[in-house]
């Protein structure tokens, strides 16, 4: 998410512009790449005029998909039409997955039934300027997609450095023909055609994770919970959930730790001013669950040693939600009761959980026998750190 949120109506004119661009380069580099595929009799150029044209179909789509995804919410859709742009999205990366099996089907065709290629250096300097224009549109795009938080244009951006490589490895079967005889065009055409499936499929489960769900970036997750625990009476925050409905549309909800010792309605003035101040200054539109904690020395004292604890067991566990207190089910009241919420990772299985949960568990007693112990388990819901 930007730092700055652009409005619809600025983000649509600048994602036109940039379809307009794509489709122009497109076109002029499909009309002059086919020309020259047809003089030399080079499948791998063609294959390359043709993913062009894929790609100036992909700028259409571009447009036509911001432009829908740019219309105001309505009583069918409240949270606005942001998420078209993911679909667009992903029928581009379908388009270069296409492009990229028919390239295949024709590579096979030629390596089976080899025929001559002509070399000219019209066809050489027409390759070398594709390359040029293509680097230009990678960094262009990237730019855009940069700037407008846009999937579409990323998916571009990645199509047009994958063109670049494609059309290098081209130019490349062209040179070794012309210096050595050798024709590897058809070699060069399947392993160019295996690159755009390889990247194709990447495109496709990139933006699909939006669609589907996926986990909170790092860096976002990071800046709520910092936004969020720097307010007064505010003592921690977890448990983040985005909910993304296109760029720069998001709802979230967390669960803030506030001091115990705060009345109802103190808490709830504080809560308020934080989800205003969110969607102010962030573009998300933020619920938060109230979570009391009390900053006594029995509470200080054993938290930390909790903390403390589950760190020599696992560095990978994280603990929140804290409580501790006198035990209800407790006759005579003098035995304490600790609550907490246990996060592992997602790489750890149930029985690995388990196994976590029953050594902090004897850590604990060791300490006090008498205590009760209720652990939840929990996984994260923000991206793993690889």
């Excluded at 290629?117 to 730019?143: D, E, H, N, P």
């Excluded at 938060?288 to 589950?310: G, Q, R």
């Excluded at 990772?345 to 205590?371: C, F, H, V, Y």
Aim: charge should be negative; hydrophobic fraction near 45%.
């Amino acid at each position: 998410m930007n730092e700055i949120t652009l409005s619809t109506k600025e983000r649509s004119r600048i994602s036109e512009r940039a379809g307009f661009v794509g489709i122009l380069c497109n076109l002029l580099l499909f009309v002059s790449k086919l020309l020259v595929g047809l003089l030399a009799n080079s499948v791998s150029i063609m294959a390359d005029a043709f993913n062009n044209l894929s790609d100036a179909g992909s700028s259409v789509i571009s447009i036509v998909g911001s432009k829908m995804a740019a219309k105001q919410a309505d009583a069918n859709h409240p949270f606005g039409h942001g998420r078209i742009e993911y679909i667009a999205a992903f029928i581009i990366a379908f388009l270069v997955v296409e492009v990229g099996i028919t390239a295949f089907r024709n590579a096979v065709g030629r390596i089976l039934h080899p025929e001559e290629l002509v070399f000219s250096r019209i066809t050489a300097g027409i390759l070398i300027a594709s390359i040029l224009i293509k680097c230009f549109m990678a960094w262009y795009y990237k730019q855009v997609a940069h700037r407008i938080d846009s999937k579409v244009y990323e998916a571009s951006a990645s199509d047009s450095l994958q063109d670049t490589i494609t059309t290098t490895a081209t130019l490349v079967s062209l040179l070794i023909y012309r210096f050595s005889g050798r024709n590897l065009d058809a070699i060069i055409g399947l392993i160019v055609s295996i690159i755009v499936i390889y990247n194709g499929i990447g495109i496709v489960r990139e933006t699909l994770r939006p669609l589907i769900g996926g986990s909170i970036d790092p860096a976002l997750y990071e800046r709520v919970i910092s936004f969020v625990k720097k307010y007064r009476g505010i003592y921690g925050a977890h448990d983040l959930v985005v909910h993304n409905y296109g760029p720069s549309q998001s709802m979230a909800s967390i669960h803030a730790e506030v001091d115990g010792g705060m009345t109802v309605r103190e808490a709830h003035e504080i809560i308020d001013q934080i989800e205003r101040d969110a969607y102010q200054q962030l573009g998300i539109e933020l619920v938060i669950h109230m979570d009391p904690v009390d900053h006594d020395e029995a509470s200080k004292y054993y938290e930390n040693f909790l903390l403390k604890t589950a760190a020599e067991i696992d560095p990978a566990i994280s603990i929140h939600d804290f409580q501790l207190g006198r035990d209800p089910d407790d006759s005579d009241g003098m035995h304490l009761r600790m609550s907490f919420d246990m996060v592992t990772p997602w790489s750890r299985s149930e029985a690995e959980d388990e196994q976590l949960r029953m050594s902090l568990t004897e850590k604990i007693r060791k300490k006090n026998p008498g205590i009760r112990l209720v652990i939840h388990l929990d996984k994260p819901y923000v991206q793993e750190r690889t």
